[in-house]
């Protein structure tokens, strides 16, 4: 597919309707608690579940795989899987009638389910589910470092930086590689030096869903995404950059107390971060930076999923919980989603006849059969690493984006803004063309034409380019007026 001329002037400023969330005058509580020391003490701890890859940048960065605690407890409590599906996805009983009937149950299992996860969401919002999770879950990230040192003498007025990505539902740590390729591949002598990558991984996507399977059910809170990235960056992200030969153990050590103490009081003072999320990641890094912005040199927000409450016309309720006729047709297809192939060649061959993916583009699609299927060794079938059952629950737990809306305006003016947005943007909500001017100060933004909410992975080159735009723009040795 071929993307028209970048737009920066489509949307016009002005005074954005914000309608609150019902629950306005609560910030998100994203900093982790104090673990139990036998928690994790006494938890196995979890090996890679699939070989260690090299990385489409390996030309540049090496890469390897690393666990962590995720924060503890969660938000929420054990909430057992709904009648009509388990950790793999919908459970069908097999009826006559031959592939019609088959079909039509399917989609009715599949509303029965949606209707079960919103309405758990819904009793978590009203404050009916009380408790919370104590079983211990891992979060998982991609480290890349460069394969040779920048010396001193060679910075020639660049700053040096480093990146932590967050991927949208559905979609895994490995979905920024073809933008970052891109980013890397027409990067000046000039531009800044991208020290270390992070790309953070959600409890219940990819390789981190493989080790918490077990521990893992229908509720999933998306301001607990927030508190496993701060317990990251405050606890485990090593105090500065590394190089090829630096290695770290799969499972990342605790920092020291003197170290974390300061990082929460000063921020990263031997790294200059910038988070960059698309959707899902985006709202998660938003909420991240309103509590810990001393964490965040600047955000990257990649048409995030950050929207306001529905109490306008426009959005309406849905079983008695808010939510997009939209959102209601995601949830419907996540939750009803194939899981089964005889290999990741088939599946591969069925994707690409898929609408949804029709428009990817094809070393984003490669790279999630790739990195997000994997194989049952019990069933022989290949398999999504993170379940339909486990994405419809990420799109009913949406309570994060109204909260987001409520306090990005409120956001440190010191967190350089850059928004990436589609011309088709996310829902087709009315609200997304405000988005960028929520906070003005020190923000920007630019539309991709021709794309969809799915721009990374459709359009992988010039989200590369946007962001390698505004990291020139703003460490590199040349600033950049900002448009």
């Known amino acids: 597919m071929t993307f028209g001329t970048r737009a920066r002037s489509k949307y016009a400023p002005g005074t954005p309707p914000r309608p609150a969330s019902e629950r306005k005058d609560v910030l998100p509580v994203t900093n982790p608690r104090d673990i139990p020391a036998s928690v994790y003490r006494d938890a196995v701890l979890p090996e890679l579940p699939t070989p260690q890859r090299k990385g489409v940048i390996e030309e ?37 009638g031959g592939p019609g009937a088959a079909k039509k149950s399917r989609a009715e299992t599949g509303v029965k389910v ?32 460069r394969k040779a040192p920048v010396g001193k003498d060679q910075e020639r007025g660049r700053k040096r930086v480093t990146l932590l990505l967050a991927h949208g539902n559905g979609f895994g740590k490995e979905c920024w590689e073809p933008a970052l390729m891109h980013m890397l591949s027409n990067s000046r002598a000039d531009d800044p030096i991208v020290e270390e990558i992070w790309s953070w991984e959600a409890v219940n996507h ?14 999933y809170e998306w301001l607990d995404n927030s508190r496993d990235v701060v317990n990251f960056l405050t606890y485990y992200l090593p105090d500065a950059a590394g190089y090829s030969g630096d290695e770290l153990p799969t499972h990342l050590p605790l920092l020291s107390q003197e170290i974390s103490e300061a990082r929460r009081k000063n921020g990263l003072t031997n790294r200059t971060l910038v988070g960059i999320g698309h959707s899902l990641g985006g709202c998660t890094l938003t909420n991240v930076a309103r509590v810990s912005p001393e964490l965040f040199s600047a955000l990257v927000l990649v048409d995030p999923v950050i929207f306001p409450a529905p109490t306008e016309p426009g959005m309406r309720w849905v079983d008695g919980w808010g939510a997009s006729e939209n959102l209601v047709a995601l949830c419907d297809g996540a939750v009803t989603r194939r899981n089964g192939w005889k290999s990741k060649a088939e599946a591969l061959q069925s ?8 428009s990817w583009d094809p070393l984003s699609l490669e790279l ?34 109204f909260e987001a809306w409520d306090i990005l305006p409120l956001l ?72």
């Open 60 to 96: 540049w960065f090496t890469l390897s795989t690393h666990f962590l605690p995720a924060a503890f407890p969660r938000s929420g409590p054990d909430v057992p899987y709904p009648e009509g599906c388990d950790a793999d996805g919908l459970v069908i009983p097999e009826l006559e």
């Open 114 to 145: 949606r209707k079960a996860l919103f309405e758990i969401n819904k009793k978590q919002w009203l404050g009916e589910l009380p408790g919370h999770s104590e079983k211990p879950l891992w979060g998982c990230v991609n480290r890349f470092v």
């Open 206 to 219: 990819g390789d981190a869903a493989l080790i918490n399977r077990k521990n893992l059910g229908a509720f």
């Open 351 to 358: 994707f690409k006849k898929n609408p949804f993916f029709a």
């Open 368 to 401: 999630y059969v790739e990195c997000q299927l994997w194989v049952d060794k019990e069933s022989g079938e290949t398999k999504l690493k993170m379940s339909g059952t486990w994405e419809g629950s990420v799109f009913t737990g949406h309570r994060a984006p």
């Open 412 to 483: 440190d003016k010191r967190v350089a803004l850059k928004f990436i947005m589609p011309e088709a943007y996310l829902l087709g909500l009315k609200h997304a063309p405000y988005l960028p001017f929520l906070r003005p100060n020190n923000s920007s933004h630019v539309i991709i034409m021709g794309a969809t909410h799915l721009l990374c992975h459709e359009a992988p080159l010039e989200t590369g380019d946007e962001i390698l735009s505004f990291l020139r723009s703003e460490y590199g040795a040349t600033r950049q007026a900002r448009l």
